[in-house]
C-alpha cells in the first residue's frame, strides 16, 4: 500500500486505522463530513498527519476526484451511521449513508481503476438473529432493524462488484468494537468507563442480560490490514468477495462489562439497571465465529476483555478531555 483512503475515519475504528497506516508509511487520505469536536483521530494527533479532504460520502464526483488525485491503491470504506437507536429514528439518513454511500464509493473504485483493494465494513448485525450460534460466515443475512439491513445492503453491494466487475473487495463482519477514543454517549462502554472514573454508578438501558461479543480496537485494526493484504497474495482468489468475521469467540453479558469496567477503574460500583428487556432494534444473543479469517490470514485476537477494558480506561484517564459527561 502506498496511499491509502479511509472514509469513516473520525470514527473509533477509523482513526486507529489511520494511525496505524501512517506508522506503516502510507500516505492517509480522510474524508471530513462534518466539524467533529473529539475523537481518536483527532486526539491521539494522527488528523494532522493525514490528507484531509471535506465533503461526504454520497458526493459521487469528489469520490472520484480524491481516487484520482490522491492516487489511491487501497480504500478502507468505514463511514456508516453506526447507531442503532438513531437508525431507528432516522432510516432514510441511515440508508443514504450506509447504502447509496457504498455503492457510490464502489462505483468511482471501479471506474478509476487504479484500486488495487478495497475492505468494506459490514457487522454482524447483519446476519439478524439466528437461532445456532456463532454466527458463520455462510449464514444467512435476515436483518430486520434500520441498521441492520442497511448493513446487510452494503455487504451484498460490495460482493456483487467483485463478482461482476472483478474490484477486489472484501468485507468485514466484525463483533462490537471498543478501546479508547469513543466519543458516543449511547454506546455501554465509554459511558461506564465515563461514569466509573467519575466515581458515578455506570446506567444500564436495559435488564443488563443481553450478550455481544466484543473486539478491541486495536485487534481489529490487524485484522483490517491482514484482509487488505489477503487481497493481494496467493491467497487473493480466497480473499476477494469474501466476507470475514472477527471478534473474541465467545458473548459477554452487558453486566459483565460494566462489571469489568468497573474492576478496571479500581471503583466498587453497582450498575444502576433502569431497563426491564433488551432495548427496541436490538438481538438478545450475538457473537461470531472467527475461524475462516484465521485459517487464511492467521490473524487472531491478542487483547481479552479483562485487559482490553484495563487498557481502555486508561486511555480515559490520559485525555480525561473525551471522558462523557
Known amino acids: 500500500m502506498r496511499s491509502a483512503f479511509v472514509t469513516g475515519a473520525y470514527g473509533l475504528l477509523g482513526g486507529w486505522l489511520c494511525k496505524a497506516l501512517l506508522d506503516a508509511g502510507v500516505r492517509v487520505v480522510v474524508l471530513k463530513r462534518d466539524e467533529v469536536p473529539l475523537s481518536a483521530l483527532q486526539i491521539e494527533g494522527t488528523e494532522a498527519r493525514c490528507a ?111 463478482h461482476t466487475f472483478g474490484l477486489p473487495v472484501a468485507i468485514t463482519r466484525f463483533a462490537n468494537l471498543y478501546g479508547g477514543g469513543d466519543v458516543h454517549a449511547s454506546r455501554l462502554i465509554p459511558e461506564a468507563v465515563s461514569a466509573a472514573l467519575a466515581g458515578r454508578r455506570p446506567v444500564i438501558r436495559s435488564d443488563a442480560t443481553a450478550e ?20 493481494d497474495d496467493d491467497n487473493g482468489a480466497r480473499a476477494r468477495g469474501e466476507a470475514f468475521n472477527a471478534g473474541s469467540g465467545r458473548p459477554w453479558s452487558v453486566r459483565e462489562v460494566v462489571e469489568l469496567v468497573c474492576e478496571a477503574a479500581g471503583t466498587q460500583l453497582e450498575p444502576d439497571i433502569r431497563g426491564t428487556a433488551t432495548p427496541a432494534g436490538e438481538i438478545d444473543r450475538q457473537f461470531v465465529d472467527g475461524t475462516k479469517l484465521r485459517e487464511l490470514t492467521g490473524w487472531a485476537p491478542t487483547v481479552d476483555m479483562r485487559e482490553g477494558l484495563a487498557r481502555t480506561v486508561d486511555w480515559y484517564r490520559s485525555h480525561p478531555e473525551a471522558l462523557l459527561p
Open 52 to 162: 484531509v479532504v471535506h465533503g461526504d460520502i454520497t458526493h459521487y464526483e469528489l469520490l472520484g476526484r480524491v481516487l484520482t488525485e490522491y492516487e489511491v491503491d487501497s480504500v478502507f470504506h468505514l463511514a456508516a451511521q453506526a447507531i442503532v437507536g438513531t437508525a431507528n429514528r432516522s432510516p432514510i439518513s441511515t440508508f443514504e449513508t450506509n447504502v447509496r454511500g457504498t455503492w457510490l464509493l464502489l462505483e468511482a473504485c471501479r471506474v478509476d481503476g487504479g484500486v488495487q483493494r478495497v475492505v468494506v465494513a459490514a457487522s454482524d448485525k447483519a446476519y439478524g438473529p439466528h437461532a445456532e450460534l456463532p454466527y458463520r460466515e455462510d449464514f444467512a443475512l435476515q436483518p430486520r432493524y434500520p441498521y441492520d439491513a442497511s448493513k446487510a445492503a452494503a455487504d451484498l453491494i460490495a460482493r456483487s462488484y467483485w
Open 212 to 231: 455481544r461479543d466484543y473486539l478491541y480496537v486495536e485487534d481489529a485494526v490487524q485484522a483490517y490490514l491482514a484482509i487488505a493484504r489477503a487481497l
